[in-house]
């Protein structure tokens, strides 16, 4: 069974570009979940989607923005990029995102704002 | 608002040795995830903790969850270097928390020979 995937691994972006980001969840799973992982705040949630709607959001500024289609899978948007939003990215995919639904992570997308 | 902490934040071992990492955290909950994470790779789960008294063990990691004090801890038995990385404990707030999980600073583990 084919783990969470993201793409792209690595991202160079300059500031006040914008970034999309991907994720492909496990097959059958429905809710999708991103993190983001820096040295300084370690890992926050950002935002789940479950079929193409967001139930739950972090606090993280409009920036910050996501969307999940048809099939599960799930994009997240960065706008106006700051040197800050460098970061891991982390994608989590789960049957229901609730409490009886473990996540179950992809490796991640390495973001570098220059 | 759900805090999770963890201590030792930094924790350095020598092969062989006995060591427990522990994670408390504010708020009722009763699903406690620990994860294992290796430099520049994603989180690798190690144990689920569903209940009050759960423990769970695999090969030298052993977990446990006492949901009335609020703490978790990960046991480290005859620590082997293959065991070097970041544990992180997580919690499930619980409710209308979809796919959020509240996570501690991580406990960065070396094990020297």
């Not at chain 1, 606090?59 to 910050?64: E, H, L, S």
């Not at chain 1, 923005?65 to 948007?77: K, L, W």
């Amino acid at each position: 069974k084919a783990g969470v995937t993201q793409t792209p691994r690595y991202l160079i972006k300059t500031r006040g570009q914008q970034v999309t980001l991907s994720c492909s969840p496990i097959s059958g799973h429905r809710s999708v979940s991103w993190y983001q992982q820096t040295p300084g705040q370690g890992l926050q949630f950002l935002f789940e989607y479950f079929s193409e709607t967001q139930r739950n959001k972090g606090n993280f500024p409009g920036r910050f923005s996501g969307r999940q289609f048809s099939n599960s899978r799930s994009e997240m948007n960065v706008s106006t990029l700051e040197l800050g939003d460098s970061a891991l990215y982390l994608c989590a995919s789960s049957f229901g995102g609730g409490m009886n639904s473990p996540l179950h992570f992809g490796n991640g997308t390495r973001l570098t704002v220059t | 608002e759900l805090k999770v902490e963890q201590n030792p934040l930094f924790l350095s071992m020598q092969e062989g040795k006995n060591y427990t990492i522990y994670c408390n955290y504010s708020t009722t909950s009763d699903r406690l995830y620990w994860y294992r994470q290796d430099p520049g790779k994603s989180l690798e789960s190690l144990f689920v903790l569903l209940s009050n008294g759960a423990v769970k063990q695999e090969g030298r990691l052993m977990a446990s969850l006492d949901t009335k004090a609020r703490l978790s801890t990960l046991h480290i038995t005859a620590a082997v270097h293959d065991l070097s990385a970041t544990y992180f404990c997580a919690v499930f707030a619980g409710g209308t928390s979809y796919g959020k999980l509240t996570f501690g600073q991580g406990t960065i583990l070396t094990v020297h020979p």
